[in-house]
Structures are given as C-alpha cells and as structure tokens.
C-alpha cells in the first residue's frame, strides 16, 4: 500500500493549508489517518477517517480548526487546515490500515503510530508567528 502526501508549507499564523493524501482505491474503505511530529516530539495522531461508517475523528488540539474529508473518485483524502499556529509547525504524515478508525471493542479511535502499517511520506508544514 502506498500513500502519497502533499501540500505542506509555510505559512503565517492564521492561514491556512490543505494537505492531500493520495491512496490506493482498497483502502479507502478502511482508515486513513494524519498524523505529525513535530521536533523532538513524538509523532502523534490528529485525524481520522473510515467511509465504511462514514465516520472521521480528531484530536482535541486540532478540533474545530481542522477538517479531514475524502474524495473517492481522486482516492485522495484531504485535511483542510485553519487558522494555523506556530504550535502547529511539523512534518505531516497520511497512514492507512486495515480496520475502521474507531475500535468497536473499546470506542477509542486508532491514534497511535504503532497501529497502522502504511506510510506516505511526510510533508512539512511550517506556521511563522
């Protein structure tokens, strides 16, 4: 499986930005997720989303300001960045997996990096204050 991420940047706090993360049409059944890291930190999950239960998922730091959608005819999965902040500089990564992006055993959604087995490179994003 391999994914393609673009559309990272610079830009200043406050604007905006929208990564797309190409993917093989099987996937997009399952989920795909964003992920970033930022420097010396660890690379965490911010959004998710699974068109099996049409059903997608934030982190709280990015809740309201960020949008994941999807477009199965281009196999691309998006998230629209808004009013961005310096906070929000790191290197941005698409993953994918086999599952649905919530557990159904336990509610919780899959936002660790150690559960999903497919990578897009990342791409930068860089918000100057």
């Known amino acids: 499986v391999q994914l393609q991420a673009s559309g990272g940047g610079l830009v200043q706090a406050g604007g905006s930005l929208r990564l797309s993360c190409a993917a093989p049409e099987r996937t997009f059944s399952y989920a795909i997720a964003w992920f970033r890291q930022a420097p010396g930190k660890e690379r965490e999950g911010i959004s998710c989303i699974s068109k099996t239960f049409n059903s997608t998922e934030y982190t709280d730091s990015v809740k309201g300001r960020f949008t994941i959608s999807s477009d199965n005819a281009k196999n691309t999965v998006y998230l629209q960045m808004n009013n961005l902040k310096p906070e929000d500089t790191a290197v941005y990564y698409c993953?994918?997996?086999?599952?649905?992006?919530?557990?159904?055993?336990?509610?919780?959604?899959?936002?660790?990096?150690?559960?999903?087995?497919?990578w897009g490179q990342g791409t930068l994003v860089t918000v100057s204050s």
């Open positions: 993953a994918a997996d086999f599952f649905q992006c919530r557990a159904l055993l336990n509610g919780k959604w899959y936002s660790g990096k150690y559960e999903y087995n497919y």
